[in-house]
T-cell receptor, first 112, second 113 residues
Framework: QQQVKQSPQSLIVQKGGISIINCAYE??????FPWYQQFPGKGPALLIA?????SEKKEGRFTISFNKSAKQFSLHIMDSQPGDSATYFC???????????FGSGTQLTVLP | NAGVTQTPKFRILKIGQSMTLQCAQD?????MYWYRQDPGMGLKLIYY???????DKGEVPNGYNVSRSTTEDFPLRLELAAPSQTSVYFC????????????FGEGSRLTVL
């Protein structure tokens, strides 16, 4: 059972454009929603994260929008750059051990 | 600091062989995790540990075993390797209280033929 559904699977954006990746979750016990960025041959690294008591969080060009009632959250990358080309994973966690449940990933390509 | 170190980076196994993937962290983190990553499937949790001597199953534990004798080390044992275990394996750690922020190693790519 996939508890975090992510779309699209792949995304191609022109330099300077906006990249949008969407995720939906099922388990209302989730209380922490991070996004991870992964470059080829590397492990994922935390990009930005949000808690459900906040509807939006912005860090530089990266913004998370969170809709608790719809159980959806999304990552917006403004002014996308070729260096942003990577795989992005949404995730959700709950519990004291903070186990993460990951989405299936989105491969983002930003064309120069 | 080295962070999370995984060895080996690449390995090819024959069906039925066994091996251990090593993971070590030097950040004094309590929590450690093993994930596997398959194309288009995201990362699936295999096992995790909340401290030395304590381990628990994740979503996909079958065919694997772990131990946690020290805070620093969290090896993953594959017994009787099968083609379905062909994957990229990631070890991660975090400090209790750092909600959701995992620090990952660079991965170990395993192929079972």
């Amino acid at each position: 059972q996939q508890q975090v559904k992510q779309s699209p699977q792949s995304l191609i954006v022109q330099k300077g454009g906006i990249s949008i990746i969407n995720c939906a979750y099922e388990n209302t016990a989730f209380d922490y929603f991070p996004w991870y960025q992964q470059f080829p041959g590397k492990g994922p690294a935390l990009l930005i994260a949000i808690r459900p008591d906040v509807s939006e969080k912005k860090e530089g060009r990266f913004t998370i929008s969170f809709n608790k009632s719809a159980k959806q959250f999304s990552l917006h990358i403004m002014d996308s750059q070729p260096g942003d080309s990577a795989t992005y994973f949404c995730a959700a966690s709950k519990g004291s051990a903070r186990q993460l449940t990951f989405g299936s990933g989105t491969q983002l390509t930003v064309l120069p | 600091n080295a962070g999370v170190t995984q060895t080996p980076k690449f390995r090819i196994l024959k069906i039925g062989q066994s091996m251990t993937l090593q993971c070590a962290q030097d950040m004094n983190h309590n929590y450690m995790y093993w994930y596997r990553q398959d194309p288009g499937m995201g990362l699936k949790l295999i096992y995790y540990s909340v401290g030395a001597g304590i381990t628990d199953k994740g979503e996909v534990p079958n065919g694997y075993n772990v131990s946690r004798s020290t805070t620093e080390d969290f090896p993953l044992r594959l017994e009787l390797a099968a083609p379905s275990q062909t994957s990229v394996y990631f070890c991660a750690s975090n400090l209790q209280g750092m909600a959701g922020e995992l620090f990952f190693g660079e991965g170990s790519r395993l192929t079972v033929l």
